[in-house]
């Protein structure tokens, strides 16, 4: 039992830290089983706004030496998701709630892949120009 939690702590460790891969691997298995490249990638992106969060909370947390990331990051959703249901609000009359719940995961996605690269040239960065 030991050996097969190790194995799914590796996995996910490896996938984790290089969220390009998850989205590689549903955009590509996905589509082969659907057939359909647009329902593939937005399923992959879906799928690997997960990883890109944690993972970008993860190295803000290393960048600045402190527990925020995560906050910061689900903070931000969480007001996004309040302006974007009052614009509704506004426009409509009503908030259709799984509809705003979409357009903030999917604009985290592309908000977290961006903060992911800024964050990884960064540490990039300073591993190379850091004299040990």
């Given at each position: 039992m030991g050996a097969i939690w190790n194995s799914i702590q590796i996995v996910y460790a490896a996938l984790a830290v290089i969220p390009i891969l998850p989205f590689a691997i549903v955009l590509f298995g996905y589509g082969a089983i659907v057939q359909n490249r647009k329902k593939a990638l937005i399923?992959?992106?879906?799928?690997?706004?997960?990883?890109?969060?944690?993972?970008?909370?993860?190295l803000f947390n290393l960048l600045f030496k402190s527990s925020f990331g995560l906050y910061g990051i689900l903070?931000?959703?969480?007001?996004?998701?309040?302006?974007?249901?009052?614009?509704?609000?506004?426009?409509?009359?009503?908030?259709d709630v799984k509809r705003v719940f979409r357009a903030i995961w999917r604009l985290s996605f592309f908000a977290t892949t961006a903060l992911y690269l800024v964050f990884m040239?960064?540490?990039?960065?300073?591993?190379?120009?850091?004299?040990?």
């Open positions: 399923m992959a992106m879906d799928v690997s706004t997960v990883f890109f969060i944690l993972c970008a909370a993860a903070l931000v959703m969480i007001l996004a998701g309040g302006l974007l249901g009052n614009a509704q609000f506004r426009k409509r009359g009503s908030v040239l960064i540490m990039m960065s300073k591993l190379i120009f850091t004299v040990a």
